[in-house]
C-alpha cells in the first residue's frame, strides 16, 4: 500500500521532477518507507512506498526491460504470485518478486483484459512510451481512491487530492454541487468531489491519456442476477471462496493483524485470519466511555475465542474533539458522522504496536443484506401492499432496537411510509437520503445559487444501469448502497484515509469480486431472510465464531456526534468556527440558522439524528474551508539525491539512472 501520483502535458518540454517531489510531499504519510520519481518528456510519475511486500526490491515506479512501459502502483495484488508463475511460463523474466512487477509484464502481454484477472485492492497508472499514452486504473469496488483534474491541457492525479494540489498548478476551489451531494448522500458519488474541477476515477474505470485527451471506461460492471433458489451446495461455495480470499489478503512480508468490532463480520474476518496466521494474530478494537456504542464484550469473546492478541483504543468524546480537524485534513471532505475518528486513533494505535496491516468486515453488510436499511425495503414493500393496515406498520418499531424509543411510534411509521413512491429506482434509500439532506435548511444564498438546478438524486437515476429494474428490490438497495456509501464514504473516509493517514493499510475479504458475485447470484431470501439478516453467512459461520456473535442482531458502528463538541468536551476551535463571523466568511451557510443549532447543541437540547448530522455537517465544512481554501496546505519537496528511484528519459533534465 502507497501514494500514487503524477501528471501529464501535452507538450515536450518535460516534466520538472521538483513538481513531483512537491506532489509526493504531499501524501508522504501514505508512503514513509521510500520514494521515487519517473520523467520523460510529457508524463511525470511519482510514488510513495509502504513495505508490505518484497521489502528489499519492490521500489517504484518500476519499468519493463526495455524502460517502454512504467508503472506505479498503490494497493495489493493478490494473486501475484499466480499471476507471476503464468506472465513467466510465456516468456517474461521478473527481476523482483513484488506484486507490482506483475502489472508491467501483465499489461506488456494483455493489455486491459489484465484488470479482470487480478484479485485486488488497486489505483496505479501506467506510463506506456509505445503508444505515448498514460493509463489510470481503479479497482472494481473502489478500495483504492484515485483522483484526477485537467487544467492547462495538463492532466494531474494522485492518491489524494493533496498532491495534485501541491503541484502549484491546480487551485483549490470550493463546489457547491458536490457539497450538495455530501449532504444527500454522505459523501460525494464519483466522479465527483467537494473541489471544483477535482474528479474521481470511478470504481471499475480505467482513463486513458493521449495528446491531452482523456477516455474513461468501465472494465468491471455491478450486477444482480439473483437465482430463483438456493444452490445445494451453496454453503460450500461459500466456504470455499471466503476461505481463498482470507488466505490470499494474508499473503505479506510483514504480519498481518486485524480489526475487531464485535460484530460477525470481523469476528469471521479474524477467525479465519488467525487460523492462518504463522504467529498469534495481533487485533485491535475501539470501546467508547459511552455504553451506546460499546461493543467490548463481544470483542474481548471473540479475541479470546481465536486467541489473538487484542489492544484497544478507548474513546472519550474529548478524544474525538481533539483528533477531528486532522481527520478532515485526511478526509479532504466534509462529513456527516464523527464516525472516522475513532478509526483515525484506532489505526494510530495500530501503527504504534507495529502492525502495518490489518484485515477488516467491510463489505460483508453490503453483500450478505446485513443493513437495517434493507430490512425497511421489505416492511415498507409489505405495509404498502395494504395502505390501511394498523397492525403492520408496528414491524418498523422492531428495526432499530439498539436507538430504544430513538427511531419509533407513530412519526417514525409515517415518515418511512411516505418517503418516496415503491415506483421510484430510489425507493430504498429515500428515508436516509431525505434525513440528510434537511442540511439544506442551514444553506445560504450564496449556496443555494450555487445549486440552483441541480438535483443529485435525479443525477442518481440517470446515472443507474440499463438492467436496474430487473433486480430485485432488495437488489437495488445493495447497489445503491455500494455506489453512494460503501465506496464514496465507508472505504475512503472511514477506511482508506484514517487509515493511510498512519501508514495502515486495510484489506478487505469480503469485497472480493468472486464472493460478491456469488452474493449476487443468490436469491434475496437467502440473505435476509424475514427480518434477519445475512442468513446464509450465519449458517456458514455457526462453527467459526462464539454462538453469541453469531445470534447477535446487527449494531452499527457509531461514535459521539454533537456531544463530542458542545457537550461536557466543548472545544474552542470549534466554538471559533461555528460563530457567526466565520460562518459568514465562508459564506455556505446562513450564520443566523447556525447559532441556533449551536445553542440548541450547548444546552445538550440537539438530540435527534437530523440535528446531530447537521452540526457536524456545518462544523466539518466549515474546518474543511478553513484548511484547505483559506490556510492551505504546504509541505517542503522530497530530496532527489534521497530517492530509491529516479528515472528521467528524454527530457532536458540531466540524465540520470535508476537508483536503490
Same mark, same amino acid.
Given at each position: ?42 508524463? @511525470? ?34 494473486? #501475484? ?34 484488470? *479482470? ?32 483534474? +485537467?487544467?492547462?491541457?495538463? /492532466? ?14 491546480? =487551485? ?17 458519488? *464519483? ?11 470511478? =470504481? ?21 442476477? @439473483? ?9 460450500? +461455495? ?14 505479506? %512480508?510483514?504480519?498481518?493483524? @486485524? ?21 498469534? /494474530? ?51 471532505? =466534509? ?8 478509526? #483515525? ?54 428495526? #432499530? *432496537? #439498539? ?20 415506483? %421510484? ?5 429515500? *428515508? ?12 445560504? %444564498? ?64 469480503? /469485497? ?64 471559533? /468556527? ?12 446562513? =450564520? ?11 444546552? @445538550? ?25 483559506? %490556510? ?29
Amino acid at each position: 500500500m502507497c501514494g500514487i501520483a503524477g501528471l501529464a502535458r501535452t507538450g515536450t518540454a518535460g516534466v520538472s521532477l521538483d513538481t513531483l517531489s512537491r506532489m509526493a510531499a504531499a501524501i508522504r504519510h501514505r508512503g514513509p518507507d521510500g520514494y521515487g520519481f519517473y520523467a520523460d518528456h510529457s508524463v @511525470g510519475l511519482a510514488h510513495l512506498r509502504l513495505s508490505i511486500i518484497d521489502l528489499a526490491g519492490g521500489a517504484q515506479p518500476i519499468a519493463s526491460e526495455d524502460g517502454q512501459v512504467i508503472v506505479t502502483f498503490n494497493g495489493e495484488i493478490f494473486n #501475484y504470485v499466480e499471476l507471476m508463475a503464468e506472465l513467466e511460463s510465456l516468456g517474461h523474466r521478473f527481476h523482483t518478486r513484488s506484486d507490482t512487477e506483475v502489472l508491467v509484464h501483465g499489461w506488456e502481454e494483455w493489455g486491459a483484459k489484465l484488470f *479482470p484477472r487480478l484479485i485486488g485492492q488497486f489505483a496505479f497508472a501506467i506510463r506506456d512510451r509505445r503508444t505515448n499514452s498514460l493509463i489510470l486504473v481503479r479497482d472494481r469496488f473502489g478500495v483504492r481512491p484515485l483522483y484526477y483534474a +485537467q487544467v492547462r491541457g495538463g /492532466l494531474y492525479f494522485g492518491s489524494e487530492v493533496k498532491a495534485i494540489f501541491a503541484s502549484g498548478e491546480v =487551485p483549490a476551489e470550493a463546489d457547491p454541487m458536490g457539497l450538495d451531494q455530501v449532504f444527500t448522500f454522505w459523501a460525494t458519488r *464519483p466522479p465527483r468531489t467537494p473541489f471544483k474541477d477535482v474528479w474521481q476515477l470511478e =470504481p471499475g474505470c480505467m482513463a486513458i491519456w493521449r495528446n491531452g485527451r482523456l477516455d474513461v471506461s468501465r472494465w468491471y460492471h455491478l450486477d444482480y442476477p @439473483g437465482a430463483t433458489s438456493e444452490s445445494p451446495d451453496a454453503l460450500e +461455495q461459500l466456504d470455499e471462496i471466503l476461505s481463498s480470499s482470507v488466505s490470499l489478503r494474508m499473503r505479506a %512480508d510483514v504480519p498481518v493483524g @486485524g480489526y475487531l468490532s464485535g460484530g460477525l463480520d470481523s469476528s469471521i474476518t479474524c477467525s479465519l485470519a488467525a487460523k492462518r496466521s504463522p504467529h498469534a /494474530l495481533r487485533t485491535f478494537s475501539v470501546t467508547f466511555a459511552d455504553p451506546r456504542f460499546d461493543e467490548s464484550r463481544y470483542q474481548l469473546e471473540v479475541a479470546e475465542a481465536v486467541g489473538s492478541m487484542h489492544a484497544v483504543e478507548h474513546i472519550d468524546t474529548g478524544d474525538i474533539a481533539a483528533a477531528f480537524p486532522a481527520v478532515i485534513r485526511h478526509a479532504e471532505t =466534509p462529513l456527516v458522522r464523527t464516525a472516522p475518528v475513532p478509526m #483515525y486513533l484506532l489505526a494510530k494505535l495500530t501503527r504504534e504496536r507495529g502492525i502495518t496491516v490489518v484485515l477488516t468486515g467491510e463489505g460483508a453488510d453490503e453483500l450478505f443484506l446485513g443493513y437495517d436499511l434493507f430490512k425497511e425495503v421489505v416492511v415498507r414493500q409489505f405495509c404498502l401492499r395494504q395502505p390501511g393496515s394498523t397492525v403492520r406498520p408496528r414491524l418498523f418499531d422492531r428495526l #432499530y *432496537p #439498539y436507538l430504544g424509543a430513538g427511531r419509533s411510534g407513530e412519526f417514525w411509521r409515517k415518515f418511512f411510509l411516505t418517503a418516496g413512491a415503491p415506483d %421510484d429506482p430510489l425507493f430504498s434509500h429515500m *428515508p436516509r437520503f431525505l434525513m440528510t439532506s434537511w442540511i439544506r435548511e442551514f444553506y445560504s %444564498d450564496r449556496m443555494r445559487e450555487g445549486t440552483a438546478g441541480y438535483d443529485p438524486l435525479e443525477e442518481l437515476r440517470q446515472s443507474l444501469p440499463a438492467e436496474f429494474r430487473t433486480w430485485a428490490p432488495e437488489h437495488r438497495a445493495a447497489y445503491l448502497e455500494m455506489v453512494t456509501l460503501l465506496s464514496p464514504y465507508l472505504l475512503s473516509s472511514q477506511s482508506d484515509r484514517v487509515g493511510m493517514a498512519w501508514a495502515v493499510e486495510g484489506r478487505f475479504p469480503f /469485497l472480493d469480486h468472486r464472493l460478491f458475485e456469488f452474493a449476487a447470484r443468490l436469491p434475496p431470501r437467502s440473505k435476509l431472510r424475514g427480518l434477519r439478516e445475512k442468513d446464509i453467512l450465519r449458517r456458514w459461520s455457526k462453527p467459526v465464531v462464539p454462538a453469541a456473535v453469531n445470534n447477535r442482531g446487527k449494531q452499527p458502528y457509531r461514535a459521539p456526534d454533537a456531544a463530542a463538541f458542545f457537550g461536557e468536551a466543548q472545544v474552542d476551535w470549534a466554538d471559533e /468556527l461555528m460563530s457567526p463571523e466565520s460562518v459568514a466568511a465562508a459564506g455556505w451557510f446562513r =450564520p443566523e440558522a447556525v447559532a441556533g443549532l449551536v445553542r440548541r447543541c450547548r444546552a @445538550g437540547q440537539a438530540t435527534g439524528f437530523r440535528e446531530n448530522q447537521a452540526l457536524v455537517a456545518i462544523l466539518s465544512t466549515q474546518a474543511w474551508y478553513r484548511q484547505f481554501m483559506v %490556510d492551505g496546505l504546504s509541505r517542503a519537496a522530497l530530496p532527489l539525491d534521497q530517492a530509491d528511484v529516479l528515472m528521467v528519459h528524454d527530457t532536458p533534465a540531466p540524465q540520470l539512472s535508476r537508483a536503490g
